[in-house]
């Protein structure tokens, strides 16, 4: 029995998922399938917290300072979109069980992902949180943008899961390994077939986290999908997948560093110059959102890029910033509504601040942050990425990184502009809902006096990073 | 008094008046009298505090004093507060236009005058912390701060193009702040520490000092503004509500000379010096450029911005003289025309509040119906041109002193400067106050009312007061000026004789 303990926390995920399952048949009681995942998410973030630091199955899956610091995030992630499920779903008539379970599903293969340390390791929790995301993209099945978000980005997630499942057998084919540290001992630079191993597991991973040029679904399934599972893509999956691409590439290949930093920034390159343009036209705040979500992903790449301790240790301060952000602005999303009917644009949020003047400073908070304008979380985040990128002369990368963020300013500043500047339009009920107020307002708070006492982050941070380097 | 930390009182007071604020309820008439007299009290109290930290202020050391330090980020990166000559007298600066600000805004301000408060006290917050920073971090994180408070200012309480002129702001000085951003993390991790008291006295690698001196110039270059990247400020002068452009003129552009001084000159000298002749033909197209641009306005703010852009070139030459008259003439011209352009903006509110307009056509002969007004309003016109008795004199004056012992031909351009701005300055006040008073809607203006009198007039006073006796500013500017100019010659007197020795070296092999 002894050999399951370090995965302690997956199987209680499991265990509550398939008790719930059967518990959901029985019980017509959704409040209570809710409460009770919630709970079992609660005990595994309290069992990752007791876990010793561990290598189980033959090193091919290891809980390491990294591997616990990004569980807890993913976790915090999941808890976010359950309670914002639980807010939204009589209002958007998706009141299934199977959601929380799903969610938790999900959670299990990110969980597995942030602690793979072996290629098949690596494909069993990128498929099995992919499968259950696909699901949960089509979970509307009443709504025609919500099926096809489901099928689109079926069809493209599996593209990429056989580009990655065909970059992984070229490495293995190359070193004869499938452990990512018995493979770091056989790495020599200038072989030219794990480079397109490399490059094909980089291209699979991109599309995970949606770093331009492997972008396109993700406007589009944002879109299209419930609000609270647009939330969740947005949260747990973008750490789950660049945790992964952290470990994979440092743990393996830091003797070829060189060789990925080309793609990984050109991915950032792209991604956040991209997004930056791209975003300004959109009318859909939840389209803007994906846009906003993939140049925030270009900035993250920056610190994975640098390979170094301070890079590593950035990324982790900005996915944990980024996080707390998208939960305030996606459970913000979710209160905009009146009378039952969700507001999607832009333009329906015209002169908030005249009718909820407090929500309108919530959501500028959060905007502003979004935009990296100081004192704000928003800012330290890229801050420390822009240390470590200039630490490791990637002075291009932050260069072009800075200057597309002044440029991603203007689309969060339209936002605001819409809710000081026009006339007032719409009304809304939908701030008075309890359990969205919850996540709403300590995400604002915790983004506004993040600058007053910074050092708890950067300590952990410090402590992920710590388990590579 | 050395324990208490007088300095973080002052910056987060203002804050403190936003939380009270913000539980004040606005519903009623009585609400909006307590906000109001909520806000005024705040910042009056906030200047008492200053007035408090000037008396102990040690005028003869040139050190910084009231210092804080706290550990904060990394290693290296604190809170870390502390002033010294040049930065108390903006501290003061601030804080005694704030009530002025806040005071203006009684009947301006239509709607959402809870908001519009709060904002005002945040910003007050925000540019007092830029001042005392003595760390670059802290130091960025309250410049670029101030842009989310003046961004929301311009944009609820502005004019009708009030969108456009807000978001050119905002951008124009965020894309100009980044690169100080870039440029201050790679000090960081070139020297391990961003603490200025340590900085002014690490000499930086000078290949590194142009690239840096670059990337802060971009910044302030953009703020204070110079040419050719002025274009923000008449549009947000013109669009923002009277206290707005108060804050904007008074204040803000300040931050970016104080950064000139501070930075620019006391981190990278030599930079600094190889830059100069740059920055002084900058200036010079400045003055000269922005006063015939004045000349041809037809709305009063618009004219008053344009002559911002004159006066702020004034403080760059004399900046980047590195002499002592020309350290001093910037920061006492900073002082004046935080002062003279501060209450010709509130001039305008003035007769804005009364006939809606900033036409100039659309006034004269004001002085009939309005003697006091145009009184006050003489005063301030006369101290925007710079005559012998007001303070903008003595500080225009100190800097061309300076600017003739550089050099001849700057001195000649930026002289012509002060003619151009007598020229606009009168051209203005003629229009307005002089002239048959014919205009229908002015027939029944009336004059100042006993608040605006309590605004002007203080204001009125002081321009004339440092203009007979700028003594007082000189004697607490000087060391500390003294101290930055020792420091530099210190610094180029390292680089000098190196170079003297190379070219020496460089002839013999000639031969």
């Known amino acids: 029995m002894s050999i399951f303990l370090p995965i302690l926390p997956e199987l209680s995920i499991f265990l509550s998922a398939i008790i719930l399952l059967i518990l959901g048949l029985f019980v ?87 602690s793979a340390n072996d290629l098949i390791a690596i494909f069993i929790g990128l498929e099995l949180q992919s499968l259950t995301l696909y699901v949960l993209a089509a979970l509307n099945r009443n709504h025609l943008a919500s099926s096809e978000a489901g099928l689109k980005y079926f069809l493209l997630g599996a593209l990429s899961s056989g580009l990655l499942l065909f970059g992984l057998s070229y490495i293995y084919g190359f070193t004869g390994n499938t452990n990512l540290n018995l493979i770091s001992t056989v790495v020599t630079p200038g072989n030219i077939g794990l480079i397109i191993g490399i490059v094909f597991v980089c291209s699979g991973l991109a599309f995970k986290v949606s770093a331009v040029p492997f972008h396109m679904w993700t406007p589009d399934v944002y879109e299209g999908a419930p609000t609270p599972v647009t939330a969740f893509f947005a949260l747990a999956p973008k750490v789950a997948a660049i945790a992964l691409a952290v470990r994979f590439l440092i743990v393996g290949f830091s003797d070829i560093a060189f060789d990925w930093q080309q793609i990984i920034i050109f991915l950032s390159i792209a991604s956040m110059v991209f997004a930056s343009f791209a975003a300004i036209a959109q009318k859909n705040i939840k389209r803007l959102m994906a846009y906003s979500s993939i140049g925030h992903v270009g900035y993250a790449l920056i610190g994975l890029a640098c390979g170094t301790s301070q890079g590593v240790s950035s990324l982790i301060i900005y996915l944990t910033i980024y996080l707390i952000m998208n939960i305030g602005v996606f459970s913000f ?137 | ?130 001042f005392c920073s003595l760390d670059l971090i802290l130091f960025y994180l309250f410049f670029e701060g101030g842009l989310i408070p003046m961004f929301l200012i311009i944009g609820i309480w502005g004019g009708e193009r009030r969108v456009y002129s807000t978001f050119k702001f905002f951008l124009f000085t965020l894309a100009g702040s980044v690169f100080m951003l870039l440029a201050i993390i790679a000090i960081y991790i070139e020297v391990g520490t961003t603490d200025i008291v340590y900085l002014l006295q690490y000499d930086i690698d000078p290949s590194l000092q142009y690239i840096f001196w670059l990337a802060f110039f971009a910044s302030f270059a953009v703020k204070i503004p110079m040419w050719p990247v002025h274009t923000w400020l008449p549009d947000a002068h013109v669009e923002a509500p009277t206290a707005g452009s108060v804050i904007l003129a008074g204040v803000l552009l300040k931050m970016a000379g104080y950064g000139f001084i501070r930075f620019s000159l006391g981190l990278f000298p030599i930079a600094s010096s190889y830059f100069a002749p740059f920055v002084f033909t900058l200036s010079i197209i400045a003055i000269i450029y922005a006063s015939l641009i004045a000349l041809v306005q037809k709305d009063m703010k618009k004219l008053i911005a344009y002559s911002s852009v004159a006066h702020m070139g004034f403080v760059t030459l004399g900046i980047f ?27 305008v509110g003035v007769v804005y509040d009364r006939i809606h307009t900033r036409e100039i056509e659309r006034y004269g002969g004001l002085v009939n119906r309005m003697p006091l007004y145009a009184f006050v309003f003489m005063i301030f016109i006369m101290g925007s041109i710079g005559l012998p008795g007001t303070s903008g004199f003595v500080g225009e004056f100190l800097v061309l002193l300076a600017i003739f012992s550089v050099n001849t031909y700057f001195a000649v351009f930026a002289t012509t400067g002060v003619v151009l701005a007598a020229a606009y300055s009168l051209w203005l006040y003629r229009k307005v106050i002089f002239g048959p008073l014919i205009k229908e ?28 006796y700028p003594q007082p500013l000189i004697d607490i500017i000087e060391p500390s000026a003294a101290h930055l100019i020792s420091n530099i010659a210190n610094d180029l007197s390292l680089i000098e004789p190196t170079n003297q020795i190379e070219s020496i070296i460089q002839m013999e092999s000639n031969y």
């Open chain 2, 321 to 347: 003289t590195f002499t002592l008259q020309g350290i001093e003439g910037a920061m006492i011209q900073m002082i004046s025309h935080g002062i003279v352009s501060a209450a010709l903006f509130l001039c």
């Open chain 1, 333 to 469: 999303i979710l209160s905009m509504k009146n009378k039952g009917e969700y507001y999607e644009n832009i333009s329906d949020l015209s002169g908030l601040y005249k009718t909820h003047p407090y929500y309108a400073a919530v959501i500028t908070i959060f905007m502003f942050s979004l935009a990296g304008i100081p004192p704000l979380a928003g800012f330290f985040g890229k801050f420390y990425i822009f240390i470590a990128a200039i630490e490791s002369n990637l002075v291009l990368l932050a260069v072009v990184g800075i200057l597309a963020s002044v440029i991603g300013a203007f689309y969060y500043l339209r936002i605001i502009k819409v809710i000081y500047f026009d006339e007032n339009k719409n009304s809304f009920d939908g701030f008075k809902h309890r359990s969205l107020n919850f996540l709403t307002h300590p995400t604002a708070f915790l983004i506004l006096i993040f600058c007053i006492y910074p050092l708890p982050l950067i300590n952990i941070s410090n402590y992920a990073a710590s388990s590579f380097f």
């Open chain 2, 441 to 468: 809607d002015l027939l029944e203006i009336l004059d100042l009312s006993y608040r605006e009198i309590i605004i002007l007039f203080p204001l009125a006073f002081i321009t004339i007061f440092f203009g007979f």
């Open chain 1, 28 to 114: 017509n009681n959704i409040k209570l399938i809710i409460n009770l995942a919630i709970a079992s998410i609660f005990f595994a973030i309290f069992l990752v917290l007791l876990q010793p630091i561990q290598s189980a199955f033959n090193n091919s899956l290891v809980i390491d300072e990294f591997s616990k610091v990004v569980k807890i995030l993913i976790l915090t992630g999941s808890l976010a979109s359950i309670i914002m499920y639980h807010s939204s779903r009589k209002d958007l008539n998706i009141n299934l069980f199977e959601f929380p379970i799903l969610i938790l599903l999900a959670t299990i293969g990110m969980m597995i992902m942030a």
């Open chain 2, 1 to 130: 008094m050395s324990t208490l930390p007088i300095l973080s009182i002052i910056i987060f007071l203002p804050l403190a008046g936003v939380v009270l604020l913000s539980i004040i309820n606005s519903d009623s008439k009585s609400g909006i009298r307590n906000l109001k007299q909520t806000a005024l009290w705040v910042t009056c109290l906030n200047f008492i505090v200053s007035i408090v930290l000037l008396i102990n202020f040690d005028q003869t050391d040139p050190n910084f004093q009231f210092t804080e330090n706290y550990f904060w980020l990394n290693s290296g990166i604190s809170y870390h507060l502390g002033v010294d000559g040049i930065s108390i007298l903006l501290v003061i600066l601030t804080t005694f236009l704030m009530p002025f600000c806040i005071l203006a805004s009684f009947d301006s301000i239509k709607f959402s005058l809870k908001e519009y408060l709060i904002s005002f006290l945040i910003l007050e917050t925000l540019m007092i912390g830029v």
